[in-house]
């Protein structure tokens, strides 16, 4: 991993990452293979995504907790079960709308994004003029960016403010919103139904978090991130579900340099694909 990953490294994204462009005829932080391209993008997006310049991130992540939190309570007063990984998914969904307000067949055959992306196969792509399906995303992806464009363009300080402000193009700015609402939200939901899973079926953890918790001294309804990141066992118990169930899987595969690479006296061809994530 770190002989392939590491700063200097002359290993390449392979095609598996083409796969990653949800709109196939643009790219994203995700898909882009040219080093150069993915740097100035990279560039441009990263203080939308640290959150560095999402105004009040933490107040908005809260209200959707809340919110959350007393639609479960509904539940619970009234006795009625709940699936909580369907309600989970639609939290992290308005989760990524306050902060934007707004794994396909593909990754098992790479070459098929490029069929998929000529012209003769356009019409039989979802399309931003759906109605249902993955071209009604794509459509509200290309709306919510419109608004940050033309002569009525607004500004606030969301992450696709944030993007714009650094000299994203609308199709740059459509295509990490698609990103951030089909790979951000449910990524981010499967983390959180495998980490809940794993708590509620060990009583170990569970007693040992809630003591963990019950101790902590804080005035607002939600533990603020700044002391949630000094509970040890919290942070532990978030690490090793991680580890367990990581939430995102793909080959993430690189390609070895047109030169070919030695690895521990073993030559590996140029060309060689090597996935490091299953």
């Known amino acids: 991993m770190r002989h392939i990953l590491n700063v200097r490294t002359e290993y390449r994204r392979s095609d598996w990452h083409d796969c990653m462009r949800f709109d196939p005829g643009n790219n994203n932080i995700l898909s882009w293979r040219d080093e150069d391209e993915h740097f100035k993008l990279r560039s441009k997006i990263s203080a939308g995504y640290g959150g560095r310049e999402v105004e009040n991130l933490e ?70 003029k759906d109605r ?12 919510v960016t419109a608004e940050r464009f033309g002569p009525n363009k607004k500004f606030q300080k969301y992450m696709r403010g ?9 199709k740059e700015a459509e295509s990490e919103i698609l990103l951030q609402i089909v790979a951000g939200s449910d990524t981010t939901a499967t983390a959180i139904r495998s980490i809940m899973l794993h708590i509620i079926t060990n009583p170990l953890v569970y ?14 309804p939600i533990i603020p991130d700044s002391i949630g990141r000094d509970l040890a066992y919290l942070q532990a118990v978030i690490k090793e579900g991680l580890r367990i169930f990581p939430p ?31």
Request: aromatic residues 10%; proline residues 7%; hydrophobic residues 40%.
């Open 59 to 128: 107040p908005k992540i809260d209200k959707n907790i809340l919110s959350f939190m007393n639609l479960l309570g509904k539940y619970a007063d009234e006795k009625k079960p709940v699936d909580f990984g369907r309600r989970v998914q639609f939290f992290t969904l308005d989760i990524t709308e306050e902060t934007l307000p707004a794994v396909m067949v593909t990754t098992v055959t790479p070459w098929l994004v490029n069929v998929l992306s000529s012209p003769v196969f356009k019409s039989l792509l979802p399309s931003e």
């Open 132 to 143: 249902l399906g993955f071209g009604k995303l794509m459509g509200i992806a290309k709306q």
């Open 162 to 170: 944030s993007f714009v402000a650094h000299g994203l193009t609308q």
């Open 207 to 220: 007693t040992t978090l809630r003591d963990e918790i019950s101790k902590t001294q804080f005035s607002e």
């Open 248 to 278: 995102v899987a793909g080959l993430m595969s690189k390609q070895v340099p047109p030169h070919g690479d030695m690895w521990k006296g073993k030559f590996i061809p140029g060309g060689t694909e090597i996935g490091y994530c299953a």
